[in-house]
């Protein structure tokens, strides 16, 4: 099997495209086959600057990797259609040749007026095809010599396709089955211009068949360029690979396509990573920047219109290659759902080593001038871990182990700080500056049971212990804080909140 992902380098990558990439890799690699990276870049106007490197860094960043492509070269390179002109033009002689395809010189003026007519005249045919090429200044309705003196002359003309009349089509989809067409619905499609560059629908059935495709997977929106496509391999004589038509992703609310504006009300991002415009200088968030990790990017991507048929949701990539099916790809519409994204990131962080996250924590503390051991790096990291949605939620749950509180929760102070409390927190440290043993455990057994002695509530003593502590009455279990904080700090954070309080 070999199949390709090929963007047009027009923009960021929406994740609809980078979904797209996704699934033709996962069907590439679950059968051992090829996967390429083909760059469609023959509409110069449409070209922006820096789309194509968004494009490699953003799969790159998701793990998503080409065995062919315009970086990596391979054996049917170049990788990038704009290179690729000759062959184009090779190409297009043998359609005009077999009678395929024709030349068209009508200007834009002309096309303009056509339009209008057929309107006016309420024609059922609205577009350029066996009727109304009749009419125009074409291959049909100029002689040889005409056609030949104009090329000659550097008239600007376009090769258009010979679309045949009243030929039924059966096109065949893994997803959706077969698709009916007639052909008298269709246009003669441009295939080439004088400019020397084919249109998409030329340069992508060659490049496919030369590439050597098997399988073509894109999104819903080229459907209708099925029948075209289906038509031109015909008219090489070549046999077409097999297609896939992915379903839209829809807004939350499951009402039309998602778009960058959705995005930007709801608060998630819409691209893999950031992307800046070259002319506007505006900036579009991606899901790298935002804290997501790749692995659950993937993830919710697959879940874009797949799933296994089972239970299991979390899944990383060799496993989705594991599991996927296009056959079980649905045709409906698949509903974007940005908590459930979360979901996925916080189940992914869940699966990553506490010892990697505890080198990125352990960075994050030395970049705020904070040094901390990897022993609690680690037992910090495994105390709060089940909280945390994104990585940087770690710094957020545990700088209380390491940054004194600047201020206590009002609320909490309220309702914890009594007449008698200074004189409890007095005893405490004396209490606490006695133990030496200062882990968890023993914290707890001796604390608890002194209190117990005393006869005093838990809560009159741990509630004020713990906002002098962390600044507020909720967090991790009480003794795993004295124990990381440590004893000298412990006491500080007591003395400095009798002398605040
Ligand atoms: N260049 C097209 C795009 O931008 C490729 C469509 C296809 O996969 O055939 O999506």
């Known amino acids: 099997m070999r199949l390709r992902f090929a963007p047009s380098p027009t923009g960021p990558l929406h994740i609809g495209g980078v979904r797209t990439a996704l699934f033709n890799y996962l069907l590439a690699k679950k059968n051992n086959g090829e996967f390429i990276l083909r760059i469609e870049d023959t509409d110069q106007t449409r070209y922006v600057e820096g789309a194509e490197n968004y494009i490699i860094e953003a799969l790159e960043w998701l793990g998503i990797e080409f065995d062919e492509s315009i970086i990596k070269g391979g054996k049917f390179a170049p990788y990038k259609q704009s290179e690729r002109r000759e062959i184009y033009q090779k190409h297009i002689q043998i359609l005009i040749e077999n009678g395929n395809a024709y030349y068209a010189f009508d200007t834009a003026d002309e096309l303009e007026q056509m339009r209008s007519r057929l309107q006016e005249q309420k024609s059922p045919v609205q577009h350029y095809n066996y009727v109304t ?12 010599q005409e056609v030949t003196t104009f090329i000659e002359k550097g008239k600007p003309y376009v090769v258009r396709f010979n679309m ?11 997803i959706r089955g077969d698709v009916k067409v007639n052909t008298s619905t269709l246009d003669d499609k441009v295939l080439f211009k004088s ?45 077409a690979p097999e297609f896939a038509h992915l379903p839209l992703i829809l807004k939350p609310n499951g009402k039309g396509k998602l778009s960058k504006r959705d995005g930007d009300q709801l608060g998630f991002p819409v691209f893999p990573i950031d992307w800046i415009d070259p002319k506007t200088n505006e900036k579009s968030a991606g899901y790298r920047e935002w804290g997501y990790s790749p692995q659950a990017v993937v993830n919710m991507l697959a879940f874009l219109g797949w799933n296994p048929g089972t239970e299991q949701e979390v899944f990383d990539i060799q496993q989705l290659i594991n599991a996927f099916e296009i056959s079980k790809v649905q045709k409906g519409g698949a509903k974007f759902d940005p908590e459930k994204t979360k979901w996925f990131n916080q189940q992914h962080l869940r699966l990553t080593d506490t010892n990697i996250l505890a080198h990125k924590l352990i960075e994050k503390y030395k970049s705020e001038d904070i040094s901390i051991s990897s022993k609690n790096a680690v037992k910090v990291i495994d105390l709060v871990k089940e909280r945390a949605i ?9 700088s209380f182990f390491f ?14 700080w009594k007449e008698e409390t200074p004189e409890l927190i007095k005893k405490s440290i004396k209490f ?45 279990h009480l003794f795993d804080i004295l124990e990381i904080v440590g004893k000298t700090e ?10 605040n309080i």
Do not use: C
């Open 390 to 398: 994104f990585e940087a939620d770690l710094f957020e749950l545990t």
């Open 490 to 499: 412990v006491i500080n954070r007591l003395n400095n909140g009798l002398r």
């Open 195 to 239: 400019d020397g560059l084919p249109t998409y629908h030329l340069a992508n059935i060659v490049d496919d068949h030369l590439m050597e495709i098997t399988h073509v997977i894109r999104g819903e929106e080229w459907l209708p360029s099925l029948p075209i496509h289906y038509l031109l391999y015909e008219a090489f004589g070549w046999t």
């Open 432 to 476: 606490l500056s006695n133990i030496e043993d200062f882990s968890s455990k023993n914290l707890e057994e001796r604390f608890i049971n002194w209190i117990n002695e005393q006869e005093i509530g838990l809560g009159k003593i741990l509630n004020p212990v713990r906002l002098l502590l962390v600044g507020n009455t909720s967090g991790p």
């Open 133 to 144: 090429r009749e009419q125009m200044k074409n291959s049909f309705t100029l002689s040889n």
């Open 164 to 174: 045949p009349q009243n030929k039924d089509l059966l096109l065949k989809d893994i």
């Open 403 to 416: 940054i004194a509180p600047q201020e206590y929760n009002s609320k909490a102070l309220k309702k914890n």
